[in-house]
Nanobody, 123 residues
Framework: QVQLVESGGGSVQAGGSLRLSCAAS????????MGWFRQAPGKEREFVAA???????YYSNSVKGRFTISRDNAKNTVYLQMNSLKPEDTAVYFC?????????????????WGQGTQVTVSS
């Protein structure tokens, strides 16, 4: 069982930056593939970014070049650095995890989910 706790959400003006963190329980964090999804009001949950246990990364087209996913296996933590934020980035952001060996982009690919953290970008 893996527990995920997100932090770092908040309110920011367009063009600003935020860094989300996700702390994971467990002793085998390095073997987990991690990711971030988001859900805006009235919209379906969507893939944002993923990082494999071997630190390969993948991004949705909507955030590519603005967001960076990274991980610190010594701290059991994954990060999402968000720059050049836009109002359309406003959403609840969820940290996700699965045991695997690659990059996964579908909701059903991930077994473990955090509770989410709110990000609000004002124009």
């Amino acid at each position: 069982q893996v527990q995920l706790v997100e932090s770092g959400g908040g309110s920011v003006q367009a063009g600003g930056s935020l860094r989300l963190s996700c702390a994971a329980s467990g002793r085998t964090f390095s073997s987990y593939d991690m990711g971030w999804f988001r859900q805006a009001p009235g919209k379906e949950r969507e893939f944002v970014a993923a990082i494999s246990g071997r630190t390969s990364t993948y991004y949705s087209n909507s955030v590519k070049g603005r967001f960076t996913i990274s991980r610190d296996n010594a701290k059991n933590t994954v990060y999402l650095q968000m720059n050049s934020l836009k109002p359309e980035d406003t959403a609840v952001y969820f940290c996700v995890a699965r045991v695997g060996a690659g990059i996964y982009v579908r909701l059903d690919d991930y077994r473990y989910w955090g509770q989410g953290t709110q990000v609000t970008v004002s124009s």
